[in-house]
């Protein structure tokens, strides 16, 4: 059964930094590519960044650029997202996600992923 694990989320200060694990099980680690979502209290969740399994190529949401990277060690069956200049509109449940679907433009919808971790806790306070 797939199964895909995050850990790393907590509380940190505006400026600070945090990286996120996400480790997989089963089959989920054979799809095209892994992607970070996230979802505020009373917002629909949102596209962070992706990362391709076989290139590792990249593609960050803007609010990402430059801040945050992703990265994954397919040894592990792990992804990462270091988190670097936090802000307090980071705040939010991070989740992990894998998609089967090769075509890059749908990797930063969330319907395109077809396993997700239980997700982990970001808070940043100002």
């Known amino acids: 059964q797939a199964q895909l694990v995050e850990s790393g989320g907590g509380l940190v200060q505006a400026g600070g930094s945090l990286r996120l694990s996400c480790t997989t099980s089963?089959?989920?680690?054979?799809?095209?590519?892994m992607g970070w979502f996230r979802q505020a209290p009373e917002k629909e969740r949102e596209f962070v960044a992706a990362i391709s399994r076989i290139f590792g190529s990249t593609t960050y949401a803007d609010a990402a650029k430059g801040r945050f990277t992703i990265s994954r060690d397919n040894d592990k069956n792990t992804m990462y997202l270091q988190m670097n200049s936090l802000k307090p509109e980071d705040t939010a449940v991070y989740y992990c996600?894998?998609?089967?679907?090769?075509?890059?433009?749908?990797?930063?919808?969330?319907?395109?992923?077809?396993?997700w971790g239980q997700g982990t806790q970001v808070t940043v306070s100002s």
């Open positions: 996600a894998v998609t089967s679907v090769t075509s890059r433009d749908r990797w930063t919808q969330p319907s395109a992923y077809a396993y």
């Open positions: 089963g089959r989920t680690f054979s799809g095209a590519a």
